[in-house]
C-alpha cells in the first residue's frame, strides 16, 4: 500500500509543480542504487521535500516537524510518503531512533540539517542530528543543493553532489557538530558552484 501510495503521490506531485516550477535535477547519478543513504539539503521553501522527493529516483524517508503531523489532511498522507515526525529544539530520540533504523534498513533518510527554513535563503548552521546520522550509521552522505528562487516558471535546481568521504570522518572520531559542519561545506560548495 504504502509503495503504490508513495508512487501514486510522487507523480501527483509532478503534475502539479513542474508545470510551475521548472525542476531540473542534476546529478542523480551519485545516489547510490543501493544501500542506506542519508541526504541532507540546503532548505529554502515548504515545497523542498517534494522537489527532492520527485528527483530522487528512489523513495526518500523525510524527518518532518511535529507541528504538520498535527494537521487534519496531512496526519494521514505524511506517514504512507515515509515521513515521520520530529520534536523541533528537543533531542527526540524516538526520531533518531527512527531515522538510524531506516538507514540500518538500507534505505534513504532526507534531512534539512538547518532544521527550519532559510528566511534570506543562504544557507544556515546546521544541527547535530545530521552529523549523529552520518557518523552513527555506514549510510553514504550525500549533500543536496536546492537552488531558486520558487517563481512561476522560472527553473528551481535540485543538485545532488558526490557521496563524502565520510569513513575518514568517522575514523576521527569526531562531534556531531563537526560532522554537520562537514556537510554543511559541501552542501555550500554545491550551492556555490551551480548558482
Not at 542534476?26 to 543513504?37: D, F, L, S, T
Not at 533518510?109 to 527554513?117: D, S, W
Not at 557518523?135 to 543538485?159: D, E, H, T, W
Amino acid at each position: 500500500m504504502n509503495l503504490n501510495f508513495y508512487t501514486f503521490a510522487k507523480n501527483v506531485v509532478k503534475i502539479v509543480l513542474l508545470p510551475f516550477y521548472r525542476a531540473k535535477a542534476i546529478g542523480i547519478e551519485n545516489i547510490p542504487k543501493e544501500g542506506g543513504v542519508l541526504i541532507c539539503s540546503n532548505h529554502i521553501n515548504n515545497l523542498d521535500p517534494p522537489i527532492v522527493g520527485i528527483a530522487s529516483k528512489r523513495d526518500i524517508h523525510f524527518m518532518a516537524k511535529e507541528e504538520l503531523f498535527q494537521i487534519p489532511i496531512l496526519k494521514g498522507i505524511l506517514p504512507k510518503v515515509h515521513a515521520f515526525p520530529v520534536k523541533r529544539g528537543l533531542s527526540d530520540r524516538e526520531a533518531l531512533r527512527k531515522g538510524l533504523a531506516v538507514l540500518k534498513e538500507e534505505q534513504v533518510l532526507g534531512l534539512f540539517p538547518e532544521g527550519t527554513r532559510s528566511k534570506d535563503g543562504l544557507l544556515g548552521e546546521g544541527l547535530a542530528g545530521a552529523g549523529f546520522f552520518a557518523l552513527r550509521s555506514k549510510a553514504a552522505v550525500l549533500p543536496c543543493a536546492i537552488i531558486g528562487p520558487y517563481k512561476m516558471f522560472r527553473p528551481v535546481k535540485i543538485v545532488f553532489g558526490k557521496p563524502i568521504d565520510f569513513e575518514r570522518i568517522r575514523e576521527e572520531k569526531v562531534s556531531a557538530d563537526d560532522a554537520t559542519k562537514a556537510i554543511m561545506t559541501e552542501i555550500q560548495t554545491l550551492i556555490n558552484n551551480h548558482k
